[in-house]
């Protein structure tokens, strides 16, 4: 990492690490599939990556090589675009599965999740239009958006019923 990026100090309140068995091919999908900027890298003596970090929009994922021996994490990230059918479509394209085709709720967001080459769990979001408490409400009562959160919630099953419990 070069000396500005060391000592930048604009930080987001929570930063999600990521941990894999192949950082540097994590952080090409990222690039691909989400527009992130790679800020750099920081290698071990053994060639692994011991830090990395990109931005994507405001926020930066910090990552890094975990060990052979640990068992895989799976992270959950929401990332908020503008157009989150585009998004979702160019993760497919980058090598991602889809969880959830995008799918618009009763609140006004359009989203769908996608599973990375690395098993981490992206909800792709964007606003679709404002929708006020009172037409949420009411929303919230009628049968496409009551599908709409169905699907939601059981669009994760088939991944995450074969993830092995700890």
């Given at each position: 990492?070069?000396?500005?990026?060391?000592?930048?100090?604009?930080?987001?309140?929570?930063?999600?690490?990521?941990?894999?068995?192949?950082?540097?091919?994590?952080?090409?999908?990222?690039?691909?599939?989400?527009?992130?900027?790679?800020?750099?890298?920081?290698?071990?003596?053994d060639?692994?990556?011991?830090?990395?970090?990109?931005r994507?929009?405001?926020?930066?994922?910090?990552?890094?090589?975990?060990?052979?021996?640990?068992?895989?994490?799976?992270?959950?990230?929401?990332?908020y675009?503008d157009?989150?059918?585009?998004?979702?479509?160019?993760?497919?394209?980058?090598?991602?599965?889809s969880?959830?085709e995008?799918?618009?709720?009763?609140?006004?967001?359009?989203?769908?999740?996608?599973?990375?080459?690395?098993?981490?769990?992206?909800?792709?979001t964007?606003?679709?239009?404002?929708?006020?408490?009172?037409?949420?409400?009411?929303?919230?009562?009628?049968q496409?958006?009551?599908?709409?959160?169905?699907?939601?919630?059981?669009?994760?099953?088939?991944?995450?019923?074969?993830?092995?419990k700890?």
């Open positions: 990492m070069n000396e500005s990026q060391v000592s930048e100090t604009v930080n987001r309140t929570v930063t999600p690490w990521i941990t894999t068995q192949s950082t540097g091919k994590l952080i090409d999908f990222l690039t691909n599939a989400f527009d992130a900027q790679e800020l750099g890298r920081v290698y071990t003596p060639g692994t990556i011991g830090h990395a970090e990109v994507i929009g405001d926020s930066k994922i910090l990552m890094f090589d975990s060990a052979p021996e640990w068992p895989p994490f799976i992270s959950f990230i929401r990332l675009v157009d989150s059918d585009a998004f979702y479509a160019r993760a497919i394209k980058a090598g991602a599965v969880m959830t995008p799918t618009t709720m009763a609140w006004g967001e359009r989203g769908g999740r996608v599973v990375d080459p690395f098993g981490n769990i992206w909800w792709i964007s606003k679709a239009e404002d929708v006020s408490s009172e037409e949420m409400i009411e929303r919230s009562q009628q496409a958006y009551i599908d709409a959160m169905e699907y939601a919630q059981t669009s994760f099953n088939p991944l995450m019923a074969n993830v092995k700890g």
